[in-house]
């Protein structure tokens, strides 16, 4: 390594120790800021050497990234950025706090993939999902599958993990090949974790026309797009391999999402010659990833923390709660989208019949839209009065980017 | 009413239906309900024929390729134009109002609009995005406006319409005026789920529709409430 890009990587270190110490936050962000200052080459630097993995999409990469780390772990020390912070700053503090490692596995921002791509030359890059999610600053559905397309375009020689059931993902996975020019397509290892979100993928990215759903399969009634036969599919409670030989996969994590989520991590470590049957028993070792999942108990309530960031996500998260008293807990800050509008996207039906709470920055545009579906509900101004307000046993908490971190820190920062 | 029920069309939400416009229909429905009416919402989609006697048309916001997309459609289908002859009421949100002008900008390229309302979008020198709020025309008898939106539009008003709005917070058209109305067409920048802070706009659209001078109140404390913090927020932002 250079001397500056030392220079960098021990700074980087310190300040994200001191970050820590000082409880300014995971410290998980801020040495990588710095690093970069210092040598802009800083993460081009740390990731040389190493074999690694790039987990993206729009929800469910923080996860499928801690679970991807742990099946690769079975080669050998893995450096990742298991906090969620998934911008070059925090690829970067995440490979200097790791020193020296055979392998990553690192979760990127949907927006910064072809940068990270440039900078990190994986072997692998996974490609979850991609949906509506924070439009007043994000890019819209069909921009980004264009962008991730063009990024693979540079990069053919990279493997790509893909998700079968996202027309989005298919084609931005499978850029227009060019052998004259040397561009050949890069290679495919799709998988099925199913998509239960579609209102997002109904026009072609190709030519426009609609795509038709019959069951698994999609196609499009105007050109050759259509679903491609996966490779890793979930079946009951386990994941089917290439061979079609089928593995039971216990998890500590609830919901299909998340057997998906192992689906595609057990596919990433195949990539780097891990057997599934040797990976497939560490997926059980992880419990909760950055609060997400946590269970806490607290005056004789059960709370569990499930992160919902769009509509998406809120789908599966009722898909994995309990029925049980429900608090709901709604922000608009920055890294949440100042727009509420998605709210009208969920459809809070299945909440009707439990003891629904409300609180957060924006409740009032949660009480209109559940007043809307006819989920009644209850509208608390803290978190200590949503304990109060339920009975001893389970407590659901469904909560958004913010308004799930201000929870997490009312709970000592569970992890 | 064209038939017992109050028929209420969601027009492509397949291609127009970017954050939220679901809204817009549930909101309505819900009101009318409230009030007795029986409802019927439809939901047509692109490659289906829009029914031309329906009561209210909903037409959402969308990305640029289903915009262009929607507009050659619904010019191809010619159902709107019927029903807007036969006196429907048609509401327009963001991609949705910009279509149902002459003309507007999308992938680059100046687009056919269906020249229900006498308007033209181009594209502006930057990105809207953030609060709405303005003071309605005085005719509509409506408090004031707020939403949010987020649109790259700017969009003219022609002699034949008359501005919804006259801006206190955003962009909407200009900067100064936001949205149009003709008859019983209406069109916003305010996006998605519009009538969700604005529950007077939709018993307009549903007077309209159905003829009745006043419509029962209804317990809007949740909607008020969210007015009443969007109006403090707002101010906030300004001071």
Known sequence: MPLRAKVASSVSRTAAALSRAAGRGDGSVIGGWIGLKIDPDLLAHLSAGRAIALVSGTNGKTTT????????????????????????????SALA?????????????????????????????????????????????????????????????????????????????????DPAHGINPPHVTWFSAGQRWHDDSWVCPECGSTIQRSGDQWWCTGCALRRPEPQWVV??????????????????????????????????????????????????????????YAQVDKDGRNIRLLLAKNPASWLEAFDMADEAPTLLAINARDPDGLDTSWLFDVDFAPLRGRQVLITGDRAYDLAVRLDVNDVSFQHVRTFDDAIRSVPPGRLEVIANYTAFQDIRAELDRVN | MSTESLRIVWIYPDLLSTYGDRGNALILARRARQRG????????????????????????????????????????????????????????????????????????????????????????????????????????????????????????????????????????????????????????????PALARN???????????????QLPPLDDTWSDRLRSERRTAVAAARA
């Open chain 2, 199 to 213: 529950p007077a706009l939709a018993d307009l659209l549903l007077r309209w529709a159905t003829g009745a001078h």
């Open chain 1, 97 to 177: 706090k790791a020193g020296s490692t055979p392998y990553a596995v690192l979760e990127v921002d949907e927006h910064y993939l072809a940068q990270v791509l440039e900078a990190t030359e994986p072997h692998v890059v996974a490609l979850l999902n991609l949906s509506r999610d924070q439009l007043d600053r994000a890019k819209e559905v069909a921009m980004m599958a264009q962008l991730w397309r063009a990024a693979l375009v540079r990069h053919t020689d990279v493997r790509v993990v893909a998700n079968a059931d996202d027309p989005m993902v298919v084609w931005a996975a499978t850029p227009p090949a």
């Open chain 1, 65 to 92: 990234t801690r679970l991807a780390a742990a099946a690769v772990g079975v080669l050998g020390r893995v450096a990742t950025n298991s906090f969620g912070a998934n911008m070059p700053s925090g690829h970067t």
């Open chain 2, 37 to 192: 009416m029986p409802v019927e919402v439809l939901e047509v989609r692109s490659d289906q024929r829009l029914p031309a006697t329906a009561d209210i048309y909903l037409v959402g916001g969308g990305e640029d390729g289903p915009q262009a997309l929607g507009a050659q459609r619904l010019i191809a289908d010619g159902g709107l134009h019927r029903a807007v002859a036969q006196g429907s009421v048609v509401f327009g949100v963001c991609a949705g109002y910009q279509l149902l002008g002459t003309s507007f900008f999308a992938k680059g390229v100046q687009c056919r609009g269906l020249e229900l309302l006498d308007l033209q979008s181009d594209r502006g020198p930057s990105r809207a995005v953030g609060e709405l709020a303005g003071e309605i025309d005085p005719r509509l008898g409506l408090p004031a406006l707020t939403g949010f939106e987020n649109h790259g539009g700017r969009t003219h008003l022609g002699p034949e319409v008359a501005p919804l709005a006259r801006i206190t917070a955003g962009v909407g058209n200009d900067g100064s005026t936001e949205g149009a109305w003709r008859g019983k067409l209406l069109g916003t920048y305010s996006h998605g």
């Open chain 1, 235 to 292: 079946e009951d409670e386990g994941v089917l391999d290439p061979t079609g030989a089928w593995h039971k996969v216990s998890l500590q994590l609830p919901g299909k999402v998340n057997l998906g989520n192992a689906a595609t991590a057990l596919a990433v470590a195949a990539e780097f010659g891990v057997r599934p049957v040797d990976a497939v028993s560490r997926l059980g070792i992880v419990t909760s990833v950055a609060g997400r």
